[in-house]
């Protein structure tokens, strides 16, 4: 083999023709003489690989730092050139062109949505609360009086994480509510207590055009002496008017949640059909928009509120079906398929 070029030197020389590179053409002879396929540095490294182990790693290192000073002074030397090109006005730069559209951004719909509900709650005296979307079983099951055996889990589809590999602690999952936000406001703070906790919830099924695994939901709570249903049908009636309309009626019927007693959904008449009966709302002239209840007394013993001397309502609905409902929108899987024909209506 020939003998070692001189690198030094080479780097050397070569830098100083690139403070003479002038121009963009000048710049490429440049690139292509030291940097190009036949420059002395891509010979070395190729020829890296016959030379004896003990030999090839300092001649590697040396070859490589070649590689790294020439190759950051040539991105540097042509900002410099083409900033230079441009302020002598040498650059095709033509001033009469007219513009391109600016194209603005706007809020995701369901971005929209959470805001206008937040903010129709915040009108009647609630502040907004939030917590983590990776929960404990404890304050996801537990506090809400969902202990492991109990069937209502099921309905729950949860998915689990994985704890890091030597971390020790309770099981970890993504939360199927927002309910373990209010558990941890109840648990800092004795009554009065009225908050509305947004955010992302997560449940482990099959998508389709009423499923997501990640959907958002908004659920309120209110704690305080002297809290009755007529509190909670007023506030949820006062949503339903301000959200769907001054003509919506609320409608409440019996249901079952383990954290409420008695538990309740509510319902406003179809605005499609004015409670005729359509398809809308199914021929029942109804569209269920939430559940809600009576905080169980349970679960506010679990956080430390004597149940004797409070009593609170809470509530809990899918953000993606009050804008669903409100526009008649067929699939939930539209609002996180980035499709912007769809989100530009909104
Ligand atoms: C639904 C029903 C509901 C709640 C959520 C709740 C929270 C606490 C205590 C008691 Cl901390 N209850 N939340 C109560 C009733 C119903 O949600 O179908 N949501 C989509």
Redo the contacts with the bound molecule.
């Keep these: 083999m020939s003998q070692a070029p001189n690198l030094e030197e080479l780097q050397r020389q070569a830098l100083a023709e690139l403070a003479q590179a002038g121009d963009a053409a000048a710049l490429e002879t440049w690139r292509v003489r030291y940097l190009g396929k036949k420059s002395v540095l891509i010979q070395t490294l190729r020829a890296l690989g016959g030379l004896p182990p003990d030999e090839r790693r300092a001649a590697g290192a040396r070859a490589n730092q070649l590689k790294v000073a020439l190759e950051s002074g040539f991105a540097e030397r042509k900002r410099v050139v083409e900033t230079l090109a441009l302020a002598a006005g040498k650059e095709a730069l033509d001033i009469s062109l007219p513009g391109g559209p600016v194209l603005l951004g706007r809020l995701h719909p369901i971005t929209a949505v959470v805001r206008e509900i937040c903010g129709i709650f915040m009108r009647m005296g609630f502040e907004i609360a939030e917590g983590p979307d990776v929960e404990t079983d404890y304050y996801n099951f537990e ?2 009086n969902i202990p492991a055996d109990h069937p209502a889990r099921d309905s729950f589809s949860t998915f689990w994480v994985e704890r890091q590999a030597g971390s020790a602690g309770p099981p970890l999952l993504l939360r199927t ?1 927002t ?2 936000v ?2 941890r406001v ?1 648990e800092k703070r004795q009554p009065p207590v009225r908050v509305i906790a947004p955010g992302r919830v997560y449940r482990y099924e099959a998508t389709d055009a009423t499923h997501e695994s990640m959907f958002y ?1 908004i ?1 309120g ?1 209110a704690v305080d002496r002297g809290i009755t249903m007529a509190d909670l049908k007023g506030t949820l009636a006062q949503f339903a008017r301000l959200f769907f309309g001054p003509e919506r009626k609320t409608r409440f019927r019996c249901d079952y ?1 383990p ?2 007693e008695p ?1 309740m ?1 509510c319902a406003i008449d179809c605005f499609a059909c004015g409670g005729k009966g359509c398809r809308m709302c199914g021929n029942s002239g109804w569209l269920e928009i ?4 009576m ?2 007394p349970e ?1 506010l013993r679990r956080v430390g509120i004597d149940p004797d001397v409070y009593t ?1 309502f ?5 953000v993606e079906r009050m804008p669903i409902l409100k526009y008649g929108i067929d699939d939930i899987r539209l609002f996180y398929s980035n499709d912007l024909r769809f989100l530009r209506q909104f």
């Design positions: 506090a809400l509510h309910s373990p209010q558990i109840m939901q659920e709570l949640f954290f409420v538990g959904e939430l559940g809600a209840g905080v169980h679960v609170g809470a509530f809990g609905m899918g």
